[in-house]
T-cell receptor, first 109, second 113 residues
Framework: GQNIDQPTEMTATEGAIVQINCTYQ??????LFWYQQHAGEAPTFLSY??LDGLEEKGRFSSFLSRSKGYSYLLLKELQMKDSASYLC??????????WGAGTKLIIKP | NAGVTQTPKFRVLKTGQSMTLLCAQD?????MYWYRQDPGMGLRLIHY???????AKGEVPDGYNVSRLKKQNFLLGLESAAPSQTSVYFC????????????FGPGTRLLVL
């Protein structure tokens, strides 16, 4: 079966750095996405990785290792508004998105 | 440019009742999707469409039907609602040029009693 694992919840301090991990086992791979979802709102696109390595976009970076079936989202200089759930999703061989359950990130002052 | 909109935002149904959820997008996207999101679970694909007049089943299609008569609209129907269909329903769309990036509507919260 297809499976995406990410921690259920993480806590971090404002101004700090946090890394959210995602491991996957899917039938084929055509890219990995990270989405942000604030409580009661829709998911919004953060990043897309299809090749190994690090993609940096402002305070957010996303890393991919296809051989290890592993990705992480790195958030720097945390702000209170970063409190949200972060969803990892993999595009499988049929170009269907397989979603993880999401990681709820709590930011404390 | 409203992006993806959904109607209604919230609805309460009794078991056995039927309803239709409407999704509209103004980005001229080819692909449209219906998901449900339940606590502790990832988004699950119900049905999707790769173009006007076409639909296909996703991971959890039972109890739902869809139609895509116009490119900009994607309707999700519940023929006979069950408490197990209590969920938050999200519609999403994506374009041919950027097939993979999906843009989501604000969601419809459905409670089936």
């Amino acid at each position: 079966g297809q499976n995406i694992d990410q921690p259920t919840e993480m806590t971090a301090t404002e101004g700090a750095i946090v890394q959210i991990n995602c491991t996957y086992q899917t039938s084929g791979f055509n890219g990995l996405f990270w989405y942000q979802q604030h409580a009661g709102e829709a998911p919004t696109f953060l990043s897309y990785n299809v090749l190994d390595g690090l993609e940096e976009k402002g305070r957010f970076s996303s890393f991919l290792s296809r051989s290890k079936g592993y990705s992480y989202l790195l958030l720097k200089e945390l702000q209170m508004k970063d409190s949200a759930s972060y969803l990892c999703a993999v595009l499988d061989s049929n170009y269907q998105l397989i979603w993880g359950a999401g990681t709820k990130l709590i930011i404390k002052p | 440019n409203a992006g993806v909109t959904q109607t209604p935002k919230f609805r309460v149904l009794k078991t056995g009742q039927s309803m239709t959820l409407l999704c509209a997008q103004d980005m001229n996207h080819e692909y449209m999707y219906w998901y449900r999101q339940d606590p502790g679970m990832g988004l699950r694909l119900i049905h999707y469409s790769v173009g006007e007049g076409t639909t296909a089943k996703g991971e959890v299609p039972d109890g739902y039907n869809v139609s895509r008569l116009k490119k900009q609209n994607f309707l999700l129907g519940l023929e006979s609602a069950a408490p197990s269909q209590t969920s938050v329903y999200f519609c999403a769309s994506s374009g041919l040029a950027e097939q993979e990036t999906q843009y989501f509507g604000p969601g419809t919260r459905l409670l089936v009693l």
